[in-house]
Structure formats: C-alpha cells, structure tokens
DNA sequence: CTGGTCCCCGTTTTT
DNA sequence: CGGGGACCAG
C-alpha cells in the first residue's frame, strides 16, 4: 500500500486526516487543494471504515470531476474508486433520473440549457401576449432563474415582485413552469431545485441518500449558492461529515447566485464546524504572490489569509502599454515569440481576458503570425447551430414531449413547415392540454388543424421521428446519429443554406458524429439518454486539450483551477477589469478584484500584463485608463518600473509618459486627451487632417476643441472621441 | 413559405 | 464590426 500522506506538509496532513464532523479548509490558490482532496478521499478507503459508495464528492466542473476520479484511482486503484463524483448539476440530475418519481419527476426528463430555456420564456411571453419590446425575454430568464434559486415557487413570486414588470415576469414564470412540465423538462436551475425538494427533510430519499453518504466532499465552496448548500446540508444531516474546500478570494460567480456567505459563515451553517488554512502556495513565484496578495488586500468581504512559499522570488511581473487591441495582439505574439526564445513551448503560455469578445483580435495575431492557438470555452461546440439541430433530433426522439427540440428541427432541414404550421400545431397542442409531439401522435390530430398538403408533410415529419425511436432500443447512438443525417439530407441542406460558413459547420457535424462514436466505446454502447445528459452538462472548458504545443486562450473565468507557467492577461483596463458593468455595486467591484487575482495566481513563472489607449467597444474606438488594480501592485515588482500609475486618470490629465519605446504608438500617438492642446497647436485628425487648434473649452470627458482644418473649416470636436494627436 | 433586406440591438463572466 | 430578429416582396 502506497503512503498516501508522504509528501503533504502539516497543514495539508492535519486536513486530510481530520477526525469526522464538518471542516472547511481554507485553502489559497495553489495551496494543494485538489491534492488535499483527493488524498482525503484516498485516505477515508484505506482506513476501511468507508466503502467507495459511501462518498459523495462535488465538484464546479466535470474537468475537475475527472480529474479527482483519476487521482483517486491513481491511489486507491480504479475499482475501489468513488462513484459519486460530479458536479452539482450532473449529481442532481442523477439523482433525479434515479428518484425523481416520488417528487413526479420522470426518469427520462430532458435537460434545457440556457438557449432553451429562453426559448420557452418567449414563449410564455407570447402565451402572456406581454411585448417582447418591453420585456426583454432575456431579463425575464434571468429574474426567473434568481427566483428558483431562492427557491421561490412561481406562486409566491408575485408577492416577491418589485415593481410591475417584475409581477408580469412572475406571471410568465407560472406559463414557463408549466411548458417545463408540459415539455418533461427540466432547467439547469431544476437539476439543483428539484434534487433539494426530492431530498427535503423528512423524505425517503433523504433517508436513502442522507445515511448512504457518509462523507461528503464539496470543492470549490466559494462558489455554491444557496441552493446548493440546502442541497449539502440536506446530504449531511445524518451523518454530518461535510469537508468543504474553497478559497473565498476566488469566488467570482457572484453574478450566478454563488453565494460568498456559505463560505464565510460556515460555522453558523455547520455548528461544531472546524476551520483550517493552507497558506503555503506551491505554485507561483514570490513576486507574483507578493502582487496577488497586495491586490487582494484592497477587498473587505474576506476571511484573510496571505499566502507564502519557500521558493525564489522569481521574475517581476511585466507591464505592457499598447496602443489598441490590435496593437496589444501583436505584443502578445512578441510575448510568446519572446517565451519561445527563453527556451518554454508555445503550450506554457496562456492568454487570459475578461470576456470572450476581448479573443477576435487576439486569434487574427496569432493566425497571421502563424502561431498555432486553441480557444477554451468560448463559442462553445454544442452552442453551434448544426450541433443543435440534430441533438435537437435525438432529444425528440429520447423525448417525445421535448417542445423546444419539436419546434427546433420542424423545419430543419427545410420540409416547407414553416412559423405558421409551428404556430398553429402550439395552439393545437394547448388546446387539448399536450405537447406538440404527443398532439402529433393522436390519429387524426394533425389533419383536423392543418391544411391538408400541410398536414401530410407534418405527418412524414412525426412518421419519421417515430420510426427513428423505435429503432432506437436497438442502434447504438453513432448509427442512429448517422442514420438521422442521411435521412434528412442534413449534410446536403448545409451546404447548400450558406456556402461560406458550409465547411466548418459540416467539420462540427463530423465532430459530434466522432463525440457519439467516443462516448460509445466509453460507455461501452451506452443508451441515448447518457449520450443526451453529457452533451448537456458537459461544457467545453472541460475539453481542454491536454496537447502541450499550441498556446492557450481563455477567460480568466475558463481558468479557474488551472495553472500555467506563464500567463499574459490582456486588457488590463478600467472598464474591462474591472468591467463597467460590475462597477453598479461595490461587491461587484470586489468581484472583480477577485478575478484580477485569479488571473495573477494562475501564474507558475511570468505574468505579462497588457492595457491599452484605446479599445474598440461596438465599433467605437474608446479611450480607456489603466486598470486601478495595477496600481495596486506594488511597483518594485512590475517592470519597467517607472511607469507611475498612480489613479486612473481622468481624461483632461497628462497621459503618464512611458519609458516603453512605442512600436506603433508613436505615429500613432493619441492626444493627450486635452493637456497638450492649446490655441495654436498643431493636430492631426484621422479623418479631417492636418488643422490649427483655435480654442479649448471644458475639462473632463466635456473637453471641447475647436479646430481650423483648412480643407474642411472649422470644426467642434470632443476631445476624448476626436482622436487628435499633436502634429510637428 | 421562403429569401432577402434592413435595422437595431447590445457586448461579462457559465454549469 | 457582428449576429439576430423584424419586416417585406415574391
């Protein structure tokens, strides 16, 4: 038997054979916290006391669920390794599939993803006759997702609403429960919902459940909303052995209900609670914890900790002023050119951003500059239309009642079904109380509401599905996935809708056939339905390519839990990082801080960081300040050095002036937004030329210049927008 | 019912 | 600049 505990430190030791009760591990990035949980886990079985079906452990992604699989094999051996690792969503789905009946939940629900989901908000819209134009579909999914997961039932929430419009998305949501059910589907927010009502106190599942798992194991705490520690505390009341691990500066799920408090207040939840710290980082240099802790000491909303490490103090962080996204997209490529150089691959770097819009420019550099490149996350690979479509097919098939799927593949490929049929077949099925599929399958239905010609091309439709499902029982998924697409002449009806986009999206359709073959062989001919829930919780972050020789791009949400040698974050701006959007309230802000130090820690050697002058936003090209986080790194570690930056500065103030020798930006130079402009002066406009600066009025974002331009007369300009730069 | 055009929208992060 | 929806003509 292999020393499970040889290499932890005391800290690590003392968490991992922790007497039973509740214990939260506070455990800073890069402090072995994975380690110290998989090695719980491994050291509960090898004591015997604890058999492999006895453990529940949940994780945020399935990436981090394999891998905790895997290690846990690698100590223990595959066949006594935990069954019940995953995360929240696909261990309440699970549950649901296997228990769901005592709460009227049928095992062969389908799962609606987001896109789904707002799906049938517009519908209930329409069903409410509510405009779309002031109601935005979208806002309402989001209201009605917060309530579900305060697990406010659609009845109640007409007492809980705000405001008027609030009290119509309460009545839209009564309509959307209702397609839910119609449909036998459930939301992303039901996989959490529906598990904690199935195991409510009292219950026989709760029974079943609470005394079979006798440990239960959560990651990543910090980042579990309400719903989800009922749904724990739930699990744990019998035998009361919760091991949670998280680091609450790490928490940057806010906006998704993830709730800090669990974290903060789990003595409270978990009387008798211990606490433990690991502090001790074995990840990043000195320098780079030396920034991320003088970040992360700016927030208030923390329990504290500051991180260490016996190792070197390593490189100083680097700080890079560009002149725009393009400009920044190029540095990056001398960035990596320059790591390349130092002797690292292309697969040790990572480019990190905020949001995913920030990757256009960065992916048009590195193909130019051709650098092989991999986007994590993103748009992500079962988000694609075609993908879509024809899961779309195979829920319908695995779902009769799948309204969303019916009202997805009706017309697709073209079969002359079009919004006028899919209307009238809705009102039909409402009318008699049904789903559009099981309406279709009552003989004579489909004849009585459609037009003859109409009708008799639904039927082949419906026909046609149903043939497919009862083949289903006896085709492994990857044939009936094929057999679908010869059928329908999917492929054909791609290339012909829109040559120009018709070579990747068959590329993706060969994709999903080969994601049907692999879980196949994985499962062994596993059933449709297994195909169908990996699909739909399984999201692209998780595929992240183990393939070391292509450098990395994602947002630094994607990054979470990962690690790099080196990182460049892109964007380091006010109004990116933090983005203006999280700005409203100041826990926002904290948020925010908190990803600029998810950013930094997930750095093993360099941290490059990048801003720019300008970015373009919706097409404008905006003036942005540096981010005020970069300030608060402590300038002996950032280099170079002289590059005070002080507080953001207003536009009106002096730009700092950099040591930097600029690439382009010297041409290209932005005026000072105002400090160097004065009557008299000589500028140049991108589009007006060369012109004589007559008067200056205003300060701040209001500064107005007047200018004579000789081919084009006199022009007011705002300074911040006219883009001037001095002339000689 | 389809195919085209136009316009408007908004662009944070994802299980 | 980009996609998606609304609107209109065949």
Redesign the pocket.
Same mark, same amino acid.
């Given at each position: 038997m292999i020393d499970i505990l040889a290499d932890l430190n005391p800290a690590q030791r003392e968490a991992v054979e922790a007497a039973d009760g509740p214990l939260l591990v506070v455990a800073g990035a890069g402090s072995g916290k994975t380690r110290v949980l998989t090695t719980r886990v491994a050291w509960l079985l090898q004591r015997g006391e604890v058999a492999p079906h006895e453990v529940l452990a949940f994780t945020?992604?399935? @990436?981090a669920a394999r891998e905790m699989r895997e290690r846990v094999a690698g100590l223990v051996g595959a066949p006594a390794a935990p069954r019940w690792i995953g995360?929240?969503?696909?261990t309440g789905a699970r549950l649901l599939r296997r228990d769901g009946a005592a709460i009227g939940v049928a095992s062969d629900f389908t799962i609606y993803?987001?896109d789904d989901?707002? @799906?049938v908000v517009?519908r209930a819209l329409e069903r409410c006759q509510f405009d779309?134009?002031t109601l935005?579909p979208?806002a309402a999914r989001v209201l009605i997702?917060r309530w579900k997961n305060e697990g406010i039932a659609p009845t109640e929430a007409a007492g809980r609403a705000a405001d008027p419009r609030e009290r119509r998305v309460a009545e839209v949501f009564a309509v959307y429960e209702e397609e839910l059910r119609r449909g036998n589907a459930l939301d992303?927010?039901d996989?959490?919902l529906r598990a904690v009502q199935l195991l409510a106190p009292g219950t026989a599942a709760q029974q079943k459940y609470a005394r079979r798992f006798r440990h239960v194991l959560v990651d990543e705490f910090q980042d579990t909303n309400r719903l989800q520690m009922v749904l724990v505390k739930s699990l744990a009341q019998y035998h009361d052995n919760v091991f949670a691990v998280g680091d609450d500066d790490q928490s940057?799920? /806010?906006?998704?209900g993830a709730c800090i408090e669990n974290m903060l207040e789990f003595e409270a939840a978990f009387p008798g609670a211990r606490l433990l710290r690991l502090e001790q980082n074995y990840r990043s240099t000195g320098n780079i914890l030396d920034a991320a802790n003088a970040v992360i000491a700016h927030n208030r909303r923390r329990r504290g900790k500051t991180l260490w490490t016996a190792g070197a103090a390593g490189d100083c962080l680097t700080l890079g002023r560009v002149f725009d996204e393009e400009d920044e997209a190029s540095r990056v490529v001398e960035l990596v050119r320059e790591e390349l150089a130092a002797g690292l691959a292309r697969g040790d770097v990572t480019v990190l951003y @905020?949001?995913?819009?920030?990757s256009?420019a960065l992916e048009d550099a590195l193909r130019r500059a051709t650098l092989p490149y991999q986007i994590v996350?993103?748009t992500?690979f079962y988000e694609r239309?075609e993908v879509r479509d024809l899961l779309a097919y195979l829920k319908l098939i695995a779902n009769p009642r799948d309204g969303v799927a019916a009202a997805r593949v009706l017309?697709v490929p073209?079969?002359?079904? /079009?919004?006028? #049929?899919?209307?009238?077949l809705r009102e039909l099925a409402d009318r008699e109380g049904l789903s559009v599929g099981e309406a279709a399958a009552r003989p004579g239905l489909l004849e009585s509401a459609l037009p003859p010609a109409?009708a008799r091309r639904a039927r082949d439709f419906f026909d046609q599905v149903a043939a497919w499902r009862a083949a289903q029982a006896d085709t492994p998924v990857p044939a009936l996935l094929e057999r679908i697409i010869a059928e329908t002449g999917y492929r054909d009806w791609l290339a $012909?809708?829109d040559p120009t986009?018709a070579q990747a999206r068959l590329e993706n359709v060969d994709e999903l056939v080969a994601a049907a073959h692999a879980f196949d062989e994985a499962s062994q001919g596993g059933r449709l339905g297994g195909f169908l829930e990996q699909t739909a919780?399984?999201?692209?972050?998780?595929a992240l390519d183990d393939d070391q020789g292509v450098v990395r791009l994602? #947002?630094?949400? #994607?990054a979470?839990g990962l690690e790099f040698p080196v990182v460049v974050l892109a964007g380091c701006e006010e109004g990116l990082l933090p983005?203006?959007? $999280?700005l409203?309230d100041d826990g /926002?802000l904290e948020?925010?801080r908190r990803?600029f130090y998810v950013a930094l820690t997930r750095a093993r050697r360099r941290v490059h960081l990048l801003c720019a002058r300008a970015r373009?936003? $919706? /097409?404008?090209r905006e003036l942005a300040d540096p981010s005020r986080f970069l300030a608060e790194i402590p300038a002996a570690l950032l280099e170079p050095r002289d590059e005070a930056l002080g507080a953001p500065s207003v536009a009106g103030q002096a730009w700092p002036t950099w040591r930097e020798e600029p690439r382009r930006i010297r041409e290209t130079q932005l005026a000072p937004a105002g400090a160097a402009l004065q009557p008299g002066q000589l500028v140049v406009h991108p589009t007006l030329g060369r012109g004589v600066v007559a008067r200056v009025e205003g300060e701040g974002d209001d500064l107005m210049v007047t200018v004579d331009f000789p081919e084009h007369g006199r022009k007011h300009l705002l300074a911040r927008y006219a883009h001037l730069r001095p002339s000689r």
């Open positions: 945020f992604t399935n @990436r995360t929240f969503h696909a993803d987001t989901s707002l @799906r517009k779309v134009q935005q979208s997702s992303f927010d996989l959490i940057i799920y /806010g906006w998704r @905020r949001t995913n819009a920030q256009r996350g993103g992500q239309r017309n073209r079969r002359r079904l /079009g919004e006028t #049929t899919a209307e009238r109409t $012909a809708d986009t919780l399984v999201a692209d972050a998780d994602m #947002t630094i949400h #994607t979470k983005h203006l959007n $999280a409203a /926002g948020e925010e990803l373009r936003r $919706a /097409g404008q």
